[in-house]
Nanobody, 123 residues
């Protein structure tokens, strides 16, 4: 599965962005889809995950601000990001896996990764 992440950009603090993860030519309905982010000098961290059942998980630092969703018919998974903060600045990656054995926040759980899209939040 080849994933493509898009929707990043420059936004002021308090603003919103919507990231999209697509898989042209593939279907994502059997996969759990997650968004990770990596800021300069920091490790990649899990932001949110949506299972094929539709169950969702969020990191504490985005709860109440970010919403993950999926559209299996279109093979997309979106991340709506509201009330963005400068500390949200990072490259955001989408990832997919058929099975999550331990924790959705663990990058090693995922077999497929998108190329990343840069989100910059100015203060």
């Amino acid at each position: 599965v080849q994933l493509q992440a898009s929707g990043g950009g420059l936004v002021q603090a308090g603003g919103s962005l919507r990231l999209s993860c697509t898989a042209p030519g593939d279907t994502l309905d059997a996969y759990a889809i997650a968004w990770f982010r990596q800021a300069p000098g920091k490790e990649r961290e899990g932001v949110s995950c949506i299972y094929k059942s539709g169950r969702t998980y969020y990191a504490d630092f985005v709860k109440g601000r970010f919403t993950i969703s999926r559209n299996n018919a279109r093979s997309t998974a979106d991340l709506q990001m509201n009330n963005l903060k400068p500390e949200d600045t990072a490259v955001y990656y989408c990832a997919a896996t058929l099975i999550i054995a331990s924790g959705w926040e663990t990058p090693g759980e995922y077999d497929f990764w998108g190329q990343g899209t840069l989100v910059t939040v100015s203060s």
